[in-house]
């Protein structure tokens, strides 16, 4: 599956439409409250036979630190280790005990999710959000293998999201610190 968020510079606010007819395949919903970010919620536009609206199939529930899935709910420090040395920590997301662990990369503006210690790939997630003088930026876009799409889907879209909004939290963070210091 290929995919490209229609938001360009927010990625909890979007839909998530195919890549070769551009329909809508999942829309995201973020909502807010007093301390931030409450719930970003990811609904399946092409519902099963016999519903007829969007369905939600996934969740963040921001301030609890919880991902839900088709109505199972598990704490985000239940579903991701870190592994290796100081310089070189690696973070490993898995759904449950029976399914696959997936290494969770960020390199060159792309989120990448392997399996078998990084020698297959199952999913990536492109976040070019630089702003471009004279052309237009590029969306994000999303790229989900057939083993990922088989047993994981709705779980790596999250963990890419997640993965990608605490990204760029820190990013806002240490401009702040930053700005905060030169003046």
Same mark, same amino acid.
């Given at each position: 599956? #290929? *995919?490209?968020?229609?938001?360009?510079t927010? +990625?909890?606010? *979007?839909?998530?439409?195919?890549?070769?007819?551009n /329909?809508?395949?999942?829309?995201?919903?973020?909502?807010?409250?007093?301390?931030?970010?409450?719930?970003?919620?990811?609904?399946?536009?092409?519902?099963?036979?016999g $519903? %007829?609206?969007?369905?939600?199939?996934?969740?963040? $529930? =921001?301030?609890?630190?919880?991902?839900?899935?088709?109505? @199972?709910?598990?704490?985000? /420090?239940?579903?991701?280790r870190? &592994?290796?040395?100081?310089?070189?920590?690696?973070? @490993?997301?898995? =759904?449950? &005990?029976?399914?696959? #662990?997936?290494?969770?990369?960020? #390199?060159? #503006?792309? =989120?990448?999710?392997?399996?078998?210690?990084?020698?297959?790939?199952?999913?990536?997630? /492109? +976040?070019?959000?630089?702003? $471009?003088?004279? %052309?237009? %930026?590029?969306?994000?876009?999303? @790229?989900?293998?057939?083993?990922?799409?088989?047993e994981?889907? +709705?779980?790596?879209?999250?963990?890419?999201?997640?993965?990608? *909004?605490k990204?760029?939290?820190?990013?806002?963070? +240490? %401009?702040?610190?930053l700005? @905060?210091?030169?003046?």
């Amino acid at each position: 599956m #290929e *995919a490209t968020f229609d938001n360009k510079t927010n +990625v909890l606010n *979007a839909n998530i439409r195919a890549v070769h007819d551009n /329909s809508v395949i999942y829309t995201l919903r973020t909502s807010f409250g007093y301390r931030g970010r409450k719930d970003t919620i990811l609904c399946d536009e092409n519902p099963a036979p016999g $519903h %007829s609206t969007a369905t939600a199939v996934g969740a963040i $529930h =921001w301030q609890e630190k919880t991902l839900e899935i088709f109505g @199972h709910k598990k704490s985000c /420090s239940e579903l991701k280790r870190r &592994a290796g040395g100081f310089f070189n920590r690696t973070r @490993h997301w898995r =759904w449950s &005990a029976d399914r696959k #662990e997936y290494e969770i990369l960020y #390199e060159q #503006e792309e =989120w990448k999710a392997t399996l078998e210690h990084n020698m297959c790939i199952a999913g990536r997630f /492109s +976040v070019p959000f630089r702003p $471009h003088l004279f %052309s237009k %930026s590029q969306p994000a876009l999303l @790229h989900l293998t057939k083993t990922a799409l088989a047993e994981d889907e +709705v779980f790596l879209i999250l963990v890419f999201i997640y993965c990608e *909004a605490k990204r760029q939290d820190k990013t806002a963070c +240490v %401009s702040k610190l930053l700005l @905060h210091n030169l003046c």
